[in-house]
C-alpha cells in the first residue's frame, strides 16, 4: 500500500534527523471558525487595504498540485474567476502535479517574492511530503506565508444504498465482531484518507481489511459495485453518488455536522473522537511586500464572502470554511503535529 509504505519510510528519515514538528496541543491554539453555510457573512476579516500602485501589473499565477478535474483544482479555478475581477488582472492555474503536489509547494517555496505567483496549499497532503522529505531542504512550512483558508472538504464514511449498515453504531458493531473482515476502500494516494482509516480504527478498537483503490471515484465505485462494504473518502467526491441515490454516508469525520447535512452525524457524536478532513488554502513565498500581503489577504477574503461564489462552492459540494492567515497558520502547524504522531505508532 503506497500510503503505507510512504509513511513507514518518512518515519525512518524523522528518527534518522531527529527533528519533529512542533506541539501544538489537541487542536489549534488559534480558535478555527466553524464551517460557513452558503451566502453566510464571514467573520475574521483582514483589515481593509487598498491596492498597492503598479500590482499586479501582469497576470497572477496559482500553482495547483492538484490535476483537472479535482476537488481542489475546481475550488481553485472558482476562486480566480472571482480574483480576476477583484485584480482587474488574469489569474491563470498553473498545475504542478509531481511528487502528489510536492512539485508545485516546492517551486512555491523558490517563486519571486513579487505577489505574483499564489499557491494552492492542501493539508495534511504538504506536511506529509515535508515530513516524507526531510533534509532535503527543498520544501517547508517556514518558507511560506499562509493567506487564507478557503475550503474544508471532511472525509466520510460512505456505503451503497443497499448496503446491509443502516446506520454507522452498526458499521462499527460489525467491524468489532468481524476483525479484518469488513473491506474498506480508500484512494491510495489520499493522505486526509489514510490517516482517518488509521485513527476510525485505533479509537473505535476495530480492524477493518482496508484496500487501497488508484484513487477516490474507483474507491466509491468498489464500494457501490460490492467490492468492499464501504469506502472512506472526501465527502465532496461520494457527494454525486448520494444526490443520485446510488450510496448514502454513514457519518462525516468533522467536528461538527455540515449546514449542507444537518440528519448527517458526526463520528464524535457517536463517541469515536476523528476529525479527518482536507483543508485548502493559499499563501506565497517569503520576503513579498507587506502591502502586497495585506491587499492579498484583503482580497481574498472578499472574494471567498462574495454569496455568488460561496453558492458556486456549494453546487460543486465544497464547504466554505474561511480562515485569516494566522488561523490558517495554526491549522497547518497542527495537522503537521498530528501526522507525525500517527508516523510514530507506525
Not at 460490492?226 to 453518488?241: K, R, V
Not at 495585506?294 to 481574498?300: E, H, I, P, Q, V
Amino acid at each position: 500500500m503506497w500510503v503505507a509504505r510512504f509513511l513507514i519510510a518518512a518515519l525512518l528519515l524523522l528518527a534518522a534527523t531527529g527533528c519533529t514538528q512542533p506541539s501544538m496541543g489537541a487542536r489549534p491554539e488559534v480558535p478555527l471558525p466553524a464551517t460557513v453555510a452558503p451566502t453566510a457573512s464571514l467573520a475574521g476579516a483582514p483589515p481593509r487595504a487598498p491596492k498597492p500602485h503598479h500590482y499586479p501589473d501582469r497576470p497572477i499565477t496559482i500553482l495547483v498540485g492538484s490535476p483537472k478535474g479535482s476537488s481542489a483544482e475546481l475550488a481553485a479555478r472558482i476562486l480566480a474567476a472571482r480574483l480576476e475581477k477583484e485584480f482587474q488582472n488574469p489569474v491563470v492555474l498553473a498545475y504542478r502535479t509531481g511528487g502528489d503536489g510536492q512539485e508545485s509547494w516546492t517551486q512555491l517555496n523558490s517563486s519571486k517574492p513579487d505577489g505574483h505567483t499564489l499557491g494552492l496549499v492542501s493539508s495534511p497532503q504538504i506536511q506529509a511530503g515535508i515530513l516524507g522529505s526531510r533534509g532535503s531542504a527543498q520544501l517547508s512550512l517556514n518558507g511560506l506565508v499562509p493567506l487564507a483558508g478557503h475550503i474544508q472538504d471532511p472525509t466520510t464514511l460512505f456505503v451503497r444504498s443497499g448496503s446491509p449498515f443502516r446506520g454507522v453504531e452498526e458499521f462499527i458493531t460489525a467491524a468489532r465482531a468481524q476483525p479484518d473482515r469488513i473491506p474498506v476502500s480508500i484512494p491510495d494516494k489520499s493522505v486526509a484518507s489514510s490517516l482517518a482509516a488509521e485513527e476510525l480504527q485505533s479509537k473505535a478498537g476495530l480492524k477493518l481489511k482496508v484496500s487501497p483503490f488508484v484513487d477516490g471515484n474507483n474507491a466509491l465505485l468498489a464500494a457501490l459495485g460490492g467490492q468492499t462494504e464501504a469506502a472512506i473518502g472526501s465527502y465532496s467526491s461520494a457527494l454525486p453518488m448520494v444526490r443520485s441515490g446510488q450510496g448514502r454516508f454513514l457519518a462525516v469525520l468533522a467536528d461538527e455536522r455540515l449546514p449542507s447535512e444537518p440528519m448527517l452525524p458526526t463520528l464524535r457524536e457517536k463517541g469515536v473522537d476523528v476529525v479527518a478532513q482536507t483543508s485548502l488554502g493559499y499563501a506565497v513565498a517569503q520576503n513579498v511586500a507587506p502591502d502586497i500581503l495585506d491587499y492579498l489577504r484583503w482580497s481574498l477574503y472578499l472574494c471567498i464572502a462574495d454569496p455568488n461564489h460561496q453558492m458556486k462552492l456549494r453546487d460543486a459540494g465544497l464547504q466554505v470554511k474561511y480562515m485569516d492567515g494566522k488561523q490558517f497558520a495554526a491549522l497547518l502547524n497542527w495537522e503537521g503535529e498530528r501526522v507525525g504522531r500517527l508516523m510514530k505508532k507506525k
